[in-house]
T-cell receptor
Framework: GDSVTQMEGPVTLSEEAFLTINCTYT??????LFWYVQYPGEGLQLLLKATKADDKGSNKGFEATYRKETTSFHLEKGSVQVSDSAVYFCALDMDSSYKLIFGSGTRLLVRP | DGGITQSPKYLFRKEGQNVTLSCEQN?????MYWYRQDPGQGLRLIYY???????QKGDIAEGYSVSREKKESFPLTVTSAQKNPTAFYLCASSTAGSSYNEQFFGPGTRLTVL
């Protein structure tokens, strides 16, 4: 079945470091891909999305490119801040489906 | 402001008791969802509803029940049949007929069974 695999955390970085969180997916069709962020004690917020191959989603300095050839949607940021500390979830949805399939989440800790 | 509200934020219950979690949205979304989140894990779908008076089981529906009598509301009841109910519960909603399923989430309810 369809699935999403994320790198295990926690990922610990110093402020201003470069961030990459890996996400790969398995799907039989052409899914839309999402990154959600969850701050401590809160619900999830959509960070960015891409709906077709080669699309690049971007928001708040974060970017991810939909790579169909490698079935990946890695999240990147050039310079992280302490306020970026959160759990990041990669997710996909399939055409005509009301279900989102989430990865297990990757915790990011940014130290001053 | 449009959004999703969940109440209460923290909920405690004794074993053997049923408890109902509230979820309300004013985004005019047709679809609503309930997820369960356990520490260090991703989200698991409990129930979802695409339209009023209709809902479907998700991946872990056993021990839970829902109703969808109004478009704005999708309450979740955690019954005494749920063996491990302590968790963080998230409600979400989305539009119908979109080319992609962007879901909007509420702030969550943390349920603890004493």
């Amino acid at each position: 079945g369809d699935s999403v695999t994320q790198m295990e955390g926690p990922v610990t970085l110093s402020e201003e470091a470069f961030l990459t969180i890996n996400c790969t997916y398995t799907a039989t069709g052409y899914p839309s891909l999402f990154w959600y962020v969850q701050y401590p004690g809160e619900g999830l917020q959509l960070l960015l999305k891409a709906t077709k191959a080669d699309d690049k989603g971007s928001n708040k300095g974060f970017e991810a490119t939909y790579r169909k050839e490698t079935t990946s949607f890695h999240l990147e940021k050039g310079s992280v801040q302490v306020s970026d500390s959160a759990v990041y979830f990669c997710a996909l949805d399939m055409d005509s489906s009301y279900k989102l399939i989430f990865g297990s989440g990757t915790r990011l800790l940014v130290r001053p | 402001d449009g959004g999703i509200t969940q109440s209460p934020k923290y909920l405690f219950r004794k074993e053997g008791q049923n408890v109902t979690l509230s979820c309300e949205q004013n985004l005019n979304h047709d679809a609503m969802y309930w997820y369960r989140q356990d520490p260090g894990q991703g989200l698991r779908l409990i129930y979802y509803s695409q339209i009023v008076n209709d809902f479907q089981k998700g991946d872990i529906a056993e021990g839970y029940s829902v109703s969808r009598e109004k478009k704005e509301s999708f309450p979740l009841t955690v019954t005494s049949a749920q063996k491990n109910p302590t968790a963080f519960y998230l409600c979400a909603s989305s539009t119908a007929g979109s080319s992609y399923n962007e879901q909007f989430f509420g702030p969550g309810t943390r349920l603890t069974v004493l």
